[in-house]
């Protein structure tokens, strides 16, 4: 009957991300009927406006829907596989999902970046390049991105990304054909307001975030990105380099 585990946080969110988990690993397909509140409620102990909550924010997500007379049933959804490797391209990962398009929010020339991304990209009193991107696919947002860029090797950026539509087509037509991945580093924690909001998910959601940098092939260091995912919408796979 508690509205708040003993660590602060509000009770609805654990079930919403519990029930959420056994939706996205696949323990309830879609087409499964969930229990009925009175039953989830004697699950997990609370009151029934608690569960009502949980399941609320998991219709936000499109990952549950109603249906009057006949319950709650689990949605069809895809969550979206990102394959990280050695030339890791979100746009192809994207593009496997349905339609994928960017968006981009600002961007900017930092003449005086922080000092990790100074140090990462080995400015040396160099500007840097910062792009702020929202990605989505079908409409549904999947990711929102911080990437910093070592300016003079991307001109332009901003604006060959309105016209190619994709970083990786961008690039190209700055004559950078080839990038290569460097380094990952992956993470989670809960979304923050704003990140909740852009990426239209309830309060609470948990986010994955991918911190990364790419090269080109000679080793130059190229961009430092930190990507926030919606764990509910995107799994990543990361590749091993074949043995031998």
């Known amino acids: 009957m508690q509205s708040r585990s003993p660590s602060g946080y509000s009770t609805w969110r654990l079930i919403a991300e519990e029930l959420r988990r056994e939706i ?39 990952l549950v829907v109603s249906r009057r007379g006949s319950g709650t049933f689990v949605a069809d959804h895809t969550v979206l ?46 500007p840097a390049l910062r792009l ?21 090797l991307v001109p332009g950026l901003p604006e060959k990304f309105a016209a190619e539509g994709t970083i990786t087509g961008a690039l190209r ?5 080839d990038y290569v ?5 992956v993470g989670g924690r809960h979304a923050t307001a704003e990140e909740a909001e852009e990426l239209q998910l309830p309060a609470g959601s948990v986010v994955l975030v991918v911190r990364a940098l790419d090269a080109l092939p000679d080793g130059t ?17 990361v590749e091993h380099p074949p043995q031998g």
């Open 81 to 126: 596989v990102h394959r990280i490797g050695t030339r890791t391209r979100l746009s192809d990962s994207l593009a496997r999902g349905g339609t994928a398009s960017g968006r981009l929010l600002d961007w900017a020339l930092e003449s005086d970046p922080p000092a990790h991304i100074a140090e990462r990209l080995r400015l040396g009193g160099r």
């Open 24 to 62: 996205v690993d696949g323990a309830s397909p879609p087409g499964t009927r969930l229990p009925s509140e009175n039953e989830l409620a004697e699950r997990f102990g609370v009151h029934r406006n608690t569960v009502r909550q949980a399941i609320a924010a998991l219709t936000s997500e499109q």
């Open 181 to 185: 991945r460097a380094s990952t580093t």
């Open 132 to 152: 702020e991107m929202i990605r989505s696919v079908n409409g549904l947002p999947i990711s929102r991105g911080t990437q910093w860029y070592v300016a003079e």
């Open 221 to 237: 260091p190229l961009q430092l990105g930190v990507t926030r995912f919606a764990a509910s919408r995107v799994e990543l796979d």
């Open 173 to 177: 037509a700055l004559g950078i054909e």
